[in-house]
């Protein structure tokens, strides 16, 4: 099995391959990867289901031993493929604290952070604008 990205690709039931294509992926579709949901006043504002992780977003934990826990993202690995939430540590053997990975899909953003020109909300909404004035 080749080692390089294929572009080609579409999908594939074998969970091998599936995991070959996230293993292999560039960092322009890693991004992809890290999408986490947003809560449903937000859905409703902006007429978006998900969207990608981004450091200063407030998420909270739907899954494992910090759910209801939430906090803002302090850093996100497109390497790994996961998250890292302010307050949310563990303790180390010597004393000091260190962040825990969440995985993206255990996360569900409560507030936006709208700072970046760039970012795909402001887009949205230029649209939606455009939409209620035709």
Do not use: C, T
């Not at 995991?19 to 890290?34: D, E, G």
């Not at 949901?37 to 494992?64: F, H, M, P, W």
């Not at 759910?67 to 307050?87: D, F, M, P, T």
């Amino acid at each position: 099995m080749k080692k390089k990205f294929s572009k080609k690709w579409k999908s594939s039931k074998q969970p091998r391959k599936q995991r070959k294509y996230l293993a292999n992926a560039p960092i322009h579709i890693r991004r992809k990867f890290l999408s986490i949901n947003l809560s449903k006043e937000l859905r409703k504002k902006y007429g978006i289901r998900s969207i990608s992780a981004r450091k200063g977003d407030v998420v909270k934990i739907q899954r494992g031993k910090f759910k209801g826990k939430s906090g803002k993202i302090v850093s996100v690995n497109l390497r790994k493929g996961k998250v890292y939430v302010e307050g949310i540590q563990r303790k180390k053997q010597d004393g000091s604290k260190v962040n825990i990975p969440l995985a993206p899909s255990n996360l569900q953003i409560i507030e936006l952070s709208i700072e970046d020109k760039r970012r795909k909300i402001n887009k949205v909404k230029q649209s939606k604008n455009k939409l209620e004035k035709k």
